[in-house]
């Protein structure tokens, strides 16, 4: 599971997070909602180990990110708003280097890479350097870098931004695999459909603060399987709906 509490941080004299707490569980998935500068991005980064916060505290699977940082980023995957990577590596490569660094075994890295590039629509392009790559299969490899160990908790700054209607379903259906696996995902969305069919809870930032915390019941939920406008272009696209 994942724990913020009384997360604080400026930057100079803008307030980016008013002492925010909240929990994600194991096997949970939480949406992230506010409006342009609420304070979603800088929440995200700085639950994932990338800035310090002013104060406040983040348990990833019970481990203090702050007093520990190497053993609780071993347990987080976090996909960026806007990735970044080594342009002159193959996706292939790039994933190959973090299996490494994670210490995983190859063979079954490579496997679950393929399945992965297979299910995003990337075959054929694995070969090429990144660098080539336009910003929709950027974001396509940034999600598949994070979910390739099959983390305990799951960061997500607008991962589907830039996805085809095939890939983003497939996508979700991974985000809930990982979840059903016990995985704690925060999933930050502009889309508030995509919050509505994939989340168990919302958490609604304004102004750097928690301003509500909604369950699913509470916003009368649609079911998770793809809409009909999405069956309707999958069935015209050639590709079936999970």
Same mark, same amino acid.
């Given at each position: 599971?994942?724990?913020? !509490?009384? @997360?604080?941080? /400026?930057? $100079?004299?803008?307030?980016?997070? #008013? %002492?925010?707490?909240?929990?994600?569980?194991? *096997?949970?998935?939480?949406?992230?909602?506010?409006?342009?500068?609420?304070?979603?991005?800088?929440?995200?980064?700085?639950?994932?180990?990338?800035?310090?916060?002013?104060?406040?505290?983040?348990?990833?699977?019970?481990?203090?990110?702050?007093?520990?940082?190497?053993?609780?980023?071993?347990?987080?995957?976090?996909?960026?708003?806007?990735?970044?990577?080594?342009?002159?590596?193959?996706?292939?490569?790039?994933?190959?280097?973090?299996?490494?660094?994670?210490?995983?075994?190859?063979?079954?890295?490579?496997?679950?890479? !393929?399945? @992965?590039?297979? /299910?995003? $629509?990337?075959?054929?392009?694995? #070969? %090429?350097?990144?660098?080539?790559?336009?910003? *929709?299969?950027?974001?396509?490899?940034?999600?598949?870098?994070?979910?390739?160990?099959?983390?305990?908790?799951?960061?997500?700054?607008?991962?589907?931004?830039?996805?085809?209607?095939?890939?983003?379903?497939?996508?979700?259906?991974?985000?809930?695999?990982?979840?059903?696996?016990?995985?704690?995902?925060?999933?930050?969305?502009?889309?508030?459909?995509?919050?509505?069919?994939?989340?168990?809870?919302?958490?609604?930032?304004?102004?750097?603060?928690?301003?509500?915390?909604?369950?699913?019941?509470?916003?009368?939920?649609?079911?998770?399987?793809?809409?009909?406008?999405?069956?309707?272009?999958?069935?015209?696209?050639?590709?079936?709906?999970?």
């Amino acid at each position: 599971m994942m724990s913020v !509490a009384g @997360l604080t941080r /400026r930057y $100079g004299r803008l307030l980016a997070l #008013d %002492e925010v707490s909240l929990e994600v569980g194991s *096997g949970e998935v939480v949406g992230l909602l506010g409006a342009n500068g609420a304070g979603k991005s800088t929440l995200l980064r700085t639950a994932a180990g990338l800035q310090p916060p002013d104060s406040g505290t983040v348990l990833l699977d019970g481990i203090d990110l702050w007093r520990d940082a190497v053993e609780a980023k071993r347990r987080l995957g976090y996909i960026p708003e806007e990735p970044t990577f080594y342009d002159e590596l193959s996706a292939e490569e790039y994933l190959a280097f973090l299996a490494a660094v994670r210490g995983l075994e190859p063979g079954s890295a490579r496997r679950r890479a !393929a399945e @992965l590039f297979a /299910r995003l $629509g990337l075959v054929g392009r694995t #070969d %090429e350097p990144v660098g080539r790559f336009s910003h *929709g299969m950027r974001k396509k490899l940034s999600f598949i870098a994070a979910v390739l160990h099959r983390p305990p908790v799951l960061l997500c700054d607008e991962a589907l931004e830039g996805f085809d209607v095939a890939a983003s379903l497939s996508a979700k259906d991974e985000l809930r695999a990982l979840a059903g696996g016990g995985c704690a995902v925060l999933f930050s969305s502009h889309v508030t459909e995509t919050i509505e069919r994939l989340c168990d809870r919302a958490v609604i930032l304004h102004r750097g603060r928690v301003a509500r915390a909604l369950r699913r019941s509470d916003w009368g939920a649609p079911q998770p399987e793809p809409s009909p406008l999405e069956r309707a272009f999958l069935s015209i696209a050639g590709a079936e709906a999970p």
